[in-house]
């Protein structure tokens, strides 16, 4: 017999928990959607009452390789984009903790640390790779589309540390997004718990607990149309059976960004504990 809980994660700039078991994750590298890389870890450099004139962030995917990325920045003061090349990633684990339970690795492909420049000073409201590698990429799921919070974001201080820097130039709204609610978080209409076999649970008995967690590509239209093993804490070969079968089975809520249906990947995280 086991709990689960697990979390929301937003790949662009925050940690979000919700209670289910299903986390949101930006629009990634799939297997039938497309996008070379995505953008995470931004954070204002210095930053002020006005916003701030440097950025730094990093992008991610779930596959090593070069990128060449177009970026758009949807900012206090209009639409800003910027361009980088050759861009290295590399890969790289990270890590989030479910509430109550072990934090949970996963591997994924990273950049280095990027920066970029604004002029004037800048509020960065959102912020995503329009085009990767000669693709176009919507934009990705931005939940309720809050503001990045200047407090969450660390400044950093060492010049060294940013790799490469590009300046940004301004831009023009990629597209209308005129509606009554341009922003709706993706979600889970109906969570399927993992159905736990015995030999699942004698594993979960004698290790103590296990942690799992599964990339869920979902469409425009809501429907699951993959998934793949991230990362896990414990000896979770039947454990992971199930609950990829379990992240298959559950129903979503397709993302709404700028007024348009999006894709996106989603977290789908378990953790059981024994009685």
Request: with cysteine; proline share 5%.
């Amino acid at each position: 017999m086991a709990y689960f809980k697990s979390t929301r994660i937003a790949l662009l700039a925050a940690v979000v928990f919700v209670s289910c078991a299903i986390a949101a994750a930006g629009r990634a590298n799939a297997a039938t959607d497309l996008c070379a890389a995505n953008l995470t870890d931004i954070r204002a450099v210095a930053p002020s009452d006005a916003g701030a004139t440097s950025y730094t962030y990093r992008l991610v995917a779930f596959h090593a390789g070069t990128v060449d990325a177009t970026i758009l920045a949807d900012t206090d003061h209009g639409w800003k984009t910027w361009t980088v090349r050759g861009v290295v990633l590399s890969k790289a684990r990270r890590a989030y903790t479910v509430p109550a339970g072990p934090s949970v690795p996963f591997d994924v492909a990273q950049s280095p640390i990027l920066g970029v420049s604004m002029s004037p000073a800048v509020r960065i409201a959102h912020v995503w790779v329009a085009a990767a590698n000669g693709n176009a990429c919507e934009p990705p799921s931005l939940g309720n589309g809050e503001l990045v919070d200047f407090q969450l974001g660390r400044s950093v201080e060492d010049p060294g540390d940013v790799a490469s820097s590009s300046e940004s130039s301004d831009s023009t709204a990629p597209f209308d997004a005129t509606c009554a609610t341009p922003f709706v978080g993706v979600t889970a209409l109906k969570a399927i718990a993992p159905n736990l076999t015995e030999l699942a649970k004698r594993t979960i008995d004698e290790s103590g607990g296990e942690s799992i967690s599964f990339a869920v590509e979902v469409d425009a239209s809501g429907k699951a149309l993959d998934a793949w093993l991230l990362g896990a804490v414990g000896n979770v070969a039947d454990f992971e059976r199930t609950t990829y079968a379990a992240a298959r089975s559950t129903t979503y809520r397709n993302a709404i960004s700028y007024c348009r249906a999006v894709p996106a990947i989603y977290i789908f995280a378990a953790t059981a504990n024994p009685d």
